[in-house]
């Protein structure tokens, strides 16, 4: 596959590595990353399951934090180092090629203010039908991890009342408040996105906050074929 460099969408002077015919990031990562509330007080950020990165890059628009970003698939851990390298983000940035499930290794306990994951979407079963592709099945089934091993992770590297960011889809969702408040995480935000508002919707935006208080806010839908851009489209909805 040859890796080739596109414009990281409609992020001026934004740059991300690619395969021509192999892994691509997606409209999710973008959305997830403009889902994430910051403030000045946000010191550390770990971005699991970063793919070639377009999470923490967006991020680093808004916030001068530290981003640790894990990936575990090598060849796609290494797009999301020359991204990194691209856009000279290399002081901010650090990628980890390494399963979410070893962020023990990397990260002290109840150290990071937020994090962000945008995880495979499909279970594995008998009946699963995976892509023969390795790296695309690893980047849409839970070979690798599982979204009890997210929970995991995020809980054992989060600070007390630190937040959690999760796009995913809705089928999911009774699973995803099951696991969360099994390891006692608050959620606090969903956002449903949708192509059109007489279909089901294709997506949604979790925020949630470890061993926060009991309070939950379901925003409006939002139709994303109504825009143009998705740059701050959140502040604008």
Known sequence: MKKVLNDLFDYENLKIFQYDEGFKFSLDS???AEFVELKTTTKLIVDLCTGNAPIPIILSTKTKAKIYCFEVQKSIYDLASSSVRENKLHKQI???NANLKDTFEYILPESVDIVTCNPPYFKCSENSII??????????HEIE??????????KYILKNKGTLYLVHRPVRLQEIMSLFNKYNFAIKKIQFIYTSFEKESIMVLIKAVKNGAIGMKILPPLNILQYKSYKNIFERN
Do not use: F, G, P, T
């Not at 892509?131 to 849409?140: L, P, S």
């Not at 991890?145 to 995020?154: A, G, R, T």
């Open 30 to 32: 973008i959305l997830l």
């Open 94 to 96: 650090k990628i980890v």
């Open 131 to 140: 892509n023969k592709e390795q790296e695309k099945a690893i980047a849409r």
């Open 145 to 154: 991890m599982s979204l009890e091993d997210l929970m995991i992770s995020s």
